[in-house]
């Protein structure tokens, strides 16, 4: 299926922000849940955010508060507002839609 295409990752310190795109081609991608992840180093990927095609949105208790997930139907893009970022938010970050490849993902470094 068609390769889903994260960007905007990038070295930031704590306390900053970053926000996150997700780009795809397809109808399914507008009527289908979309998902952020993220995987750190040695660590198993963990969920981070989903957003319905109603615009329902659910988050994972450690972004909670900080992170915001939205969606552009017409550009089918997904992003990822990301505030107050912690050194424990470094990861690769990916996004997820059921039918597509997964991207390379976009790497999020927080440090000072």
């Known amino acids: 299926q068609v390769q889903l295409v994260e960007s905007g990752g990038g070295l930031v310190q704590p306390g900053r922000s970053l926000r996150l795109s997700c780009a795809a081609s397809?109808?399914?991608?507008?009527?289908?849940?979309i998902r952020w992840y993220r995987q750190a180093p040695g660590k198993e990927r963990e969920w981070v955010a989903t957003?319905?095609?109603?615009?329902?949105?659910n988050y994972a208790d450690s972004v909670k508060g900080r992170f915001t997930i939205s969606r552009d139907i017409a550009k089918n893009t997904v992003h990822l507002q990301m505030n107050t970022l912690k050194p424990e938010d470094t990861a690769v970050y990916y996004c997820?839609?059921?039918?597509?490849?997964w991207g390379q993902g976009t790497q999020v470094t927080v440090s000072s």
């Open positions: 957003i319905t095609s109603g615009g329902i949105t």
């Open positions: 397809g109808s399914r991608f507008s009527i289908a849940p």
């Open positions: 997820y839609c059921d039918g597509y490849h």
